[in-house]
Structure formats: structure tokens, C-alpha cells
């Protein structure tokens, strides 16, 4: 019967090509939207908690507030019943063989189930060890790749610093050198100006020495034989 039911579906499916159509915009549109980029929410390391194997604890939960802690169970009951009252399943050899089947994996998984999930958990325990050991190394990397881009920067500012205390020097050493050349330039032009002001002194002391020897000879050429005899006659 419900092999029936999926050929049926399966082929109205097939047939229905705007359905498809519409299957094939919808995943263009969420693999193009914001959400294709939204980070990937964690998955849980253990699922939650099912009944009977298969029905989930959030199920009777929801249903507990309305029809009370048997109403899920007498939910199922009444379904089935309504199912098989109706005919909408019948029961045939496919039911008795899923029977069988499910009886089988029940089996399979009482039995075995334990020592299953035991290897599981060590196969997942060693899985999980070597990701948290890459994940590990690759903090580490990380780690260490962040001390090293900020002791790069670190020498970058001290460059920085390298560089500006060396055109200070080389600024001190153009003004030491600028100080050293006025200081020259000002003694060469005080030795000029004292060597001028010498040469001027000279040629007054050499003038009045000149003037004073033109005087005197002239006094002497002035004096006559008579006024020399007056002077020692006087003495």
C-alpha cells in the first residue's frame, strides 16, 4: 500500500513540471541570498531524547498541555484506527514483512546496539581527538602568527623611531656644521675689518709722523744764522 502510494506520488510529481520549476528558483534564491552566507549554526554532539526509538520526547511535550500525559499515546491509537477503519492503509504481506523486519532491526539494535555505540564512541572519541589536535595546531599557528605580525609591527614603529633619530642627527650635524662655517666666516670678516682698521691707523700715525717731520723741517729751514746765534747767546 504505500509503495502504491509513493509510485502515485512519485509520478504526479514527475508530471507536475511547474512544481520543479518552482523547487529549482527557490534553492537559486537561497543559495544568492544573505542566508547561503549566514554562519552555520553548531551541531550537537548528541541527539535529543526519542521514544520507542523514533517518536521524539519534543512531540508528546507539545501534546501533554492538551490532552494530558496518555493523550499522545491514545492519539496514536485512535489514528491507526481511524487508518485502518477507513481503509486508508490496509493491512497485507508488505505489513507483515515490515513486521518481521522491525522485529529484526529491534533485535539487532537490543543486542548489538551497546557494543555499537561503545566502538562508535571511541571511532568519534579518536575523530575527535585528532580535529582537537589540528584545531589546536592551528591555534597555536594562529597564536604565534599574531605574536609575530605584532613584533613586525613593533620593528616598524622602531624604524619608524630609527629613522626620525637619524635625520635628527643628520640635522644636527648641517646645523654643528652651518654654526662651524659662521663662525669662520664671522672671524675671517672680524680679521678683514681689524686689518682694515689697522691700515687706517697706519696711514694716520704715518701722516702725522709726516706731517709732524714736514713741520719740524720746516721750522728748522725757517731758522736763520742770526737767530741761532741770538738762541746760544742767550744760554
Not at 654643528?176 to 687706517?200: A, F, G, I, P, S
Request: positive net charge; hydrophobic residues 40%.
Amino acid at each position: 500500500m504505500l509503495s502504491r502510494l509513493v509510485l502515485v506520488s512519485g509520478h504526479i510529481l514527475k508530471n507536475s513540471g511547474s512544481f520543479g520549476a518552482c523547487l529549482v528558483q527557490a534553492s537559486r534564491s537561497f543559495h544568492q541570498s544573505s542566508q547561503s552566507r549566514a554562519p552555520v549554526p553548531p551541531l550537537p554532539e548528541k541527539g535529543g531524547k526519542v521514544r520507542h526509538g523514533i517518536f521524539p520526547e519534543e512531540l508528546f511535550t507539545l501534546l501533554y498541555p492538551k490532552t494530558g500525559v496518555t493523550g499522545p499515546y491514545m492519539l496514536g491509537t485512535g489514528l491507526l484506527l481511524y487508518m485502518l477503519s477507513k481503509e486508508i492503509y490496509v493491512i497485507n504481506h508488505e505489513t507483515f514483512a515490515a513486521a518481521s523486519i522491525g522485529v529484526v532491526i529491534i533485535y539487532g539494535v537490543k543486542k548489538f546496539g551497546p557494543s555499537v555505540a561503545a566502538f562508535s564512541g571511541i571511532v568519534s572519541a579518536d575523530k575527535f581527538d585528532v580535529a582537537q589536535e589540528v584545531k589546536d595546531q592551528a591555534m597555536a599557528s594562529l597564536a604565534q602568527g599574531i605574536e609575530d605580525e605584532k613584533k613586525e609591527q613593533w620593528r616598524v614603529e622602531g624604524r619608524c623611531m630609527l629613522f626620525d633619530a637619524k635625520r635628527n642627527n643628520v640635522a644636527m650635524l648641517l646645523e654643528t656644521n652651518y654654526r662651524e662655517r659662521l663662525h669662520m666666516v664671522t672671524n675671517e670678516v672680524k680679521k678683514r675689518l681689524d686689518y682694515q682698521v689697522e691700515l687706517q691707523n697706519l696711514h694716520r700715525r704715518m701722516e702725522q709722523e709726516h706731517m709732524v717731520n714736514w713741520v719740524e723741517q720746516s721750522v728748522i729751514k725757517s731758522i736763520t744764522p742770526q737767530q741761532v746765534q741770538g738762541i746760544w747767546s742767550l744760554h
